[in-house]
């Protein structure tokens, strides 16, 4: 995915540290986005309501208010934005506890150019298969969708997932933040490192719905991986910069499974059994 053919994209930059948010806003907007910063964790609430932002870079440790303490406030400003944790502690329960809340990745300090190119496609792909969901149709228990190798997953196509995940009255959040960016990590695997961008190859999903469950199945023909081994691994190394696909799906989901040597890769959404959808 070239960033340069991608709607532009509205980034809010919440860091104390001017120095660190001029230089990180300096970087975005040689990408191309639009960047508002704000160094008051007080002023943050106000300044997302006024910017409505696609991507929001927040970081974990401000006075007044933390970065834990503000993402659900802004996850419920800006309900479309994609929230990013940033943090220089490498500490687990943090980045869990930073999913937990609204984050939908976790950025590690020190971070590259690339790490931030990555962030700003999600969160273009991600607000705008929200934003096409009303217009998708189709509804059903289940919905399977597949593709030749060459294809690269969409907004329309995730958007097609969200529609039928809302028809079901799971919480907002499975629906509008998980399902998207479980189901484009796993999409952006099949697609990269399983059929390889081979058009000859296929891949796809299969979103099986119930009252209270959410399930996806991603496929591909590709050669396979050791699936376990590799989520072993990256549960237990230091992450550095972006948090990588396997490590966002294991955060936010209930269980992971693995089949035909690991072409297949099925998952459960964490539910919010309490809330409903609004």
């Not at 991608?6 to 960047?35: F, R």
């Not at 695997?189 to 991603?218: F, I």
Request: glycine share 6%.
């Amino acid at each position: 995915m070239n960033i340069h053919t991608l709607p532009q994209a509205k980034v809010l930059v919440i860091d104390d540290d001017v120095d660190i948010s001029t230089v990180l806003a300096a970087a975005l907007e040689t990408l191309g986005c639009v960047v508002t910063t704000e160094n008051s964790a007080l002023r943050a609430e106000q300044t997302c309501r006024q910017f409505q932002p696609d991507l929001v870079l927040i970081d974990l440790m401000m006075p007044g208010h933390s970065g834990l303490e503000l993402i659900p406030l802004l996850h419920r400003i800006a309900k479309d934005a994609v929230i990013c944790a940033m943090t220089g502690l490498s500490d687990p329960n943090t980045m869990q506890e930073s999913m937990n809340r609204g984050a939908s990745n976790v950025l590690l300090k020190p971070y590259s150019l690339e790490d931030l190119i990555q962030l700003v496609e999600l969160s273009v792909l991600l607000t705008e298969s929200v934003r096409q969901e009303s217009e998708a149709g189709y509804i059903a228990d289940t919905v399977q969708l597949e593709w030749p190798g060459d294809h690269v997953a969409n907004a329309a196509d995730l958007a097609r997932l969200v529609t039928a995940a809302a028809a079901t009255g799971l919480d907002r959040d499975t629906v509008f933040r998980k399902l998207p960016v479980v189901a484009a990590e796993l999409l952006e695997n099949a697609h990269d490192h399983g059929t390889r961008n081979n058009p000859d190859l296929r891949y796809g999903v299969q979103l099986s719905m119930k009252p209270e469950s959410l399930c996806l199945e991603v496929w591909d023909q590709g050669k396979g991986f050791d699936g376990p081994t590799t989520l072993r691994r990256t549960q237990t190394s230091l992450p550095v910069g972006k948090l990588g696909g396997l490590q966002i799906v294991a955060a936010m989901s209930e269980k992971i499974e693995f089949k035909d040597n690991s072409r297949k890769v099925s998952v459960c959404l964490r539910i919010n059994r309490s809330a409903l959808l609004g």
